[in-house]
């Protein structure tokens, strides 16, 4: 017998789609100076979504300014007024959540039950965590005086466009900087969403500013002489050339960058539970995760269970249209991002280790990669040391937990882990030698505005949320 | 009568607990407060900076696997070999800075103080820099400090004792090892300083002391991969400052720049807080 669901999409009719958007700029919606535009695209029926200005160098000279000129005002505004403004942005969020769901659906690709039930959730919560904080800064542990950068200029991925955004703006608001956020070329929507909820919620003009744009609008932020902070998640590639970039300026600097998280499974797990977060810690988000499992190390006595239990319930994950309420896995974000998705699988099967991919059908439009799981993996092969950035597992085994711990240790990435084991000495032993800024224990992928992110070694530096992501936007004063 | 003549000391680098010459052997003279020549110091090469890495690298799992409270008695000891030896540091600071004699005690005063007062926050900074985080769901989720790892320093190049110590104890007190170069024109305390640490308890290659050009040894310790975080008090040459950051982006090292330098202020945390890295971890709750 098998088992068929009828279609049950999400409607779009909540979100009001304009053939054109400008840029947001001192709190107003213009249009660039050079006219230059580029669009933004469906992942999953590659159909044009909207037309999106690009910033160029007039345009980020604009923002700067009127950042600049934002920052007096908002720097010295007593914190409990600006905590005032981030939560009735927590509020706004909340009211147009729907709304913010399925547009994040439509311009990334990710199922509505991920953008409905976590990312937006999250964004809401990470505005109100932040809110509190805006007039306790001298409780938080920086100095009775912690004062402000002044303008940050934030530059984030694709991946997860508005949660992103809120770890971004609201940390920054809340200490009293001024922002200019670039959101990334493929997924500009929720930024410019998030605009007009700026508008509604009177925020001062300038505060915030949102500049749509390649690469190339990127690094004109990142090199401008009157931006003090800049803050980027994204390849590990290109935050090493903003770290090159902002050398010997004195500017602030926080980086958020790749991994290669082992997700280690011991032989005393509990497997069903294990299964399913071994899945959550790769396929959520079609694996287009900083923080993915995509390293699996199991104990050697279960790895043929647990990879067997692994496939069977990779079969029944459902992939296809986003907007549907039954859809586990959705569309990945571009034809690029497919492709080199696509060129990893086929490095793994040249170097030698064995390809499984679900036997989901693949829609005929769009851009999809299906669940992919390849054992006979060693340290050396690509697929286990580079970060692919998709649904793509990596199957490795150990012995001992000290092996464990040296394989899980041996990357240059050290963002997030996982560890699944009902002996909570070991968990707790392996914790304290796992090289990670993260680490899961009999979970994978949770986030949470109280609880900081980011990670050791090329992973980058600095953390987002609790107290520590405070530190993120405070001038830190060393003797 | 005769007069005797005094038996001067040779002044060598400090490598993994051992004291050995320049594998180039190159020295450098090195002249006191007024100009007149002292002795010749050993100038580090890039072999020696490697080496020191090496050292470095291997003693920091068991310096950082020590308990805080084995830690902070270590440095404690620093701080009552130094008292011990006060006679000594006292004449090298004031030979070297143009002190007084008094001003001179008084620099060697605060040193001791400072090692006195990191020594104490070892087993405090997990429970100030640390947190118990309240996520909304069940789980136990909490944030530890934990040491970067390998630390290279360059030292103060003015304040040649109370500089350097202000350096070297935020850094190892957490579980970082470290490779410092010391003051180029006033590097004798720092070997001297050596001494103190060889007899100290502290495990060999915890620190590495380097005598010689910071503009030479900087870049090779800033491009090295093996070091995870970069400590540029001492550069006072905006160029090879701004090279040595650039470096340090090939391997995403952390990097402190710009303190005040101001080392008859209260430390406080923020050298602590530049060298160690923030885990967290969340365990789930349930029956």
């Given amino acids: ?479 | 009568m005769d007069t005797r003549v005094d038996v001067r000391k040779t002044y060598k680098l400090f490598i993994n607990g051992a004291f050995p010459r320049s594998e180039s052997g190159r020295t450098y003279p090195v002249e006191d407060a007024k100009g007149r020549f002292w002795a010749n110091a050993s100038l580090a090469s890039r072999k020696d900076a490697r080496d020191a890495v090496t050292a470095a690298r291997s003693a920091q799992p068991g310096w950082a696997g020590a308990t805080a409270y084995n830690r902070g008695q270590v440095l404690y000891r620093i701080a009552e070999m130094l008292e011990g030896r006060r006679v000594q540091f006292e004449d090298e600071v004031a030979r070297s800075e143009g002190l007084s004699a008094r001003r001179a005690a008084a620099v060697v005063d605060a040193s001791i103080d400072r090692w006195v007062w990191y020594a104490g926050w070892s087993d405090k900074i997990a429970q100030v820099l640390g947190a118990s985080n309240p996520v909304a769901g069940p789980y136990f989720n909490f944030s530890v400090p934990v040491p970067t790892g390998v630390v290279a320093a360059i030292a103060p190049p003015d304040s040649s004792l109370l500089g350097l110590v202000s350096v070297i104890a935020p850094i190892i007190v957490s579980g970082n090892t470290c490779v410092v170069v010391a003051s180029h024109p006033r590097p004798l305390p720092a070997i001297t300083l050596a001494e103190v640490l060889a007899t100290s308890d502290l495990p060999a290659g915890v620190v590495n002391l380097l005598t010689g050009d910071p503009a030479e040894v900087g870049p090779w310790l800033a491009g090295h991969d093996d070091v995870n975080a970069l400590d540029l008090t001492g550069v006072d040459d905006d160029g090879v400052s701004t090279q040595m950051q650039v470096a340090a982006a090939d391997s995403v090292k952390r990097v402190l720049t710009s303190p005040s330098g101001d080392w008859t202020a209260d430390p406080g945390l923020g050298r602590i807080r530049a060298f160690t890295e923030i885990t967290t971890v969340w365990h789930t709750q349930g029956v």
Avoid at chain 1, 307 to 330: E, H, Q, W
Wanted: with cysteine.
């Fill in chain 1, 1 to 479: 017998m098998t088992l068929s669901y009828a279609p049950a999409p999400e409607s779009t009719g909540i979100v009001d789609l304009k053939a054109h958007y400008g840029l947001f700029i001192d709190g107003e919606f213009v249009e660039p100076i050079d006219g230059t535009s580029f669009t933004t695209t469906n992942p999953a029926t590659e159909e044009v979504l909207a037309e999106i200005s690009e910033a160029g160098p007039q345009d980020v000279a604009r923002a700067v300014k009127a950042a600049h000129t934002a920052f007096r005002s908002w720097s010295k505004m007593p914190g409990r007024e600006r905590a005032k403004y981030l939560y009735r942005i927590a509020r706004l969020i909340q009211e147009r959540s729907r709304e913010l769901a399925v547009l994040e659906t439509l311009d990334n690709g990710k199922p509505i039950r991920e953008s409905r039930d976590v990312d937006i959730p999250l964004v809401a919560a990470h505005f109100f965590y932040h809110a509190g904080w805006a007039d306790k800064l001298e409780h938080a542990g920086f100095g009775p005086n912690p004062r402000p950068y002044g303008v940050a200029a934030q530059i984030i991925p694709w991946n997860f466009p508005l949660l992103m955004l809120a770890w971004k703006i609201a940390p920054a608001l809340a200490t009293g900087n001024t922002v200019i956020l670039k959101p990334a070329e493929t997924t500009p929507l929720t930024a410019l969403a998030f605009a007009d909820i700026c508008q509604q919620a009177d925020l001062p003009p300038g505060v915030v500013n949102i500049l749509t744009g390649d690469g190339s609008t990127g690094q004109l932020l990142v090199e401008n002489p009157e931006v003090d902070k800049v803050a980027f998640t994204g390849s590990t590639e290109v935050g090493k050339a903003i770290q090159r970039a902002v050398a010997g300026t004195g500017k602030g600097l926080t980086l958020e960058l790749g991994g290669k998280a082992a997700n280690i499974v011991f032989d005393d797990a509990p497997i069903d539970e294990a299964v399913e977060g071994i899945i959550n810690g790769i396929f959520f988000n079609q694996g287009q995760v900083c923080c993915a499992g995509s390293r699996l190390l199991v104990q050697e006595s279960v790895a043929e269970m647990v990879v067997d239990s692994l496939k069977r319930r990779l079969d029944t994950l459902r992939l296809g249209d986003p907007l549907d309420k039954n859809t586990d896995i959705g569309a990945v974000n571009s034809a690029i991002h497919a492709a080199r998705i696509q060129e990893y699988i086929k490095t793994g099967e040249d170097e030698g280790a064995q390809r499984w991919t679900a036997s989901c059908p693949i829609p005929e439009r769009g851009w999809w990669v299906a669940p992919t799981v390849f054992t006979d993996v060693s340290q050396t092969h690509r697929i286990a040391r580079e970060e692919i950035f998709g649904p793509v597992l990596s199957v490795l085994t150990f012995r001992t937990p000290d092996e464990a711990v040296a394989k899980a240790n041996n990357s240059p990435y050290g963002l997030s882990a996982g560890i699944w084991s009902e002996k909570g000495s070991r968990t707790l032993w392996m914790a304290q030698r796992l090289r990670a800024g993260v680490i899961w224990a009999n979970t994978f992928n949770r986030f949470d505005p109280t609880s900081p992110f980011g990670g050791f070694k090329e992973s980058g530096f600095g953390r987002e949320g609790g107290r520590h992501g405070l530190g993120a936007y405070l001038r830190s004063e060393v003797v």
